[in-house]
T-cell receptor, first 113, second 113 residues
Framework: AQSVTQLGSHVSVSEGALVLLRCNYS??????LFWYVQYPNQGLQLLLK??????LVKGINGFEAEFKKSETSFHLTKPSAHMSDAAEYFC???????????FGGGTRVLVKP | KAGVTQTPRYLIKTRGQQVTLSCSPI?????VSWYQQTPGQGLQFLFE???????NKGNFPGRFSGRQFSNSRSEMNVSTLELGDSALYLC????????????FGNGTRLTVT
């Protein structure tokens, strides 16, 4: 069975500071990995995904994530936080055909001015 | 293209009743997935339909069911509602291939009293 662990349910960063959200997964086969963002009263929006190939994946809004197989990690970073980055972020994994995603518990990001 | 549309946006039901939620996917998308989001359990996969066939199913009781129509629109039904069914129900559509990104609707907020 797959599982996803997001370290830290809440993260507080200052505007302009580095954003680092941690995600570790367990999967018996090479996974497909995703990061989604959820703003209040909205659904989830895809930030980026890793399937195969380059392990550093660039997404929307300046976010990127690096797939590290040896560490079973897929951490999300953004060099400089903006107030509009305040939201909840979810890491997700799937390995099978279809779209059965297993999500982490989410990390809520607060951006301080 | 129009996004994923879920109706209704909010629902209040009484314990023991049943409810039907509707989802219209992005035009051309053949896969529709349903997720339940609660503060305690997070995001949990309910089921996925692809070309009118259930392709994947999560670990929910039989009170939760769904279907997909020939135009890819989907409905999910919950019978004999329980207080614990109160949640945000999210629908997502995709093209259906492995790791094709999910496009989420804004959800239906169900409150069971």
């Amino acid at each position: 069975a797959q599982s996803v662990t997001q370290l830290g349910s809440h993260v507080s960063v200052s505007e302009g500071a580095l954003v680092l959200l941690r995600c570790n997964y367990s999967s018996s086969v090479p996974p497909y990995l995703f990061w989604y963002v959820q703003y209040p009263n909205q659904g989830l929006q895809l930030l980026l995904k890793y399937t195969t190939g380059a392990t550093l994946v660039k997404g929307i809004n300046g976010f990127e994530a690096e797939f590290k197989k040896s560490e079973t990690s897929f951490h999300l970073t953004k060099p400089s936080a903006h107030m509009s980055d305040a939201a909840e972020y979810f890491c997700a994994v799937t390995k099978a055909a279809g779209n059965k995603l297993t999500f982490g518990g989410g990390t809520r990001v607060l951006v301080k001015p | 293209k129009a996004g994923v549309t879920q109706t209704p946006r909010y629902l209040i039901k009484t314990r023991g009743q049943q409810v039907t939620l509707s989802c219209s996917p992005i035009s051309g998308h053949r896969s529709v997935s349903w997720y339940q989001q609660t503060p305690g359990q997070g995001l949990q996969f309910l089921f996925e339909y692809f070309s009118e066939t259930q392709r994947n199913k999560g670990n929910f009781p039989g009170r939760f069911s769904g279907r997909q129509f020939s135009n890819s629109r989907s409905e999910m039904n919950v019978s004999t509602l329980e207080l614990g069914d109160s949640a945000l129900y999210l629908c997502a559509s995709s093209e259906g291939q492995d790791a094709s990104p999910l496009h989420f609707g804004n959800g239906t907020r169900l409150t069971v009293t």
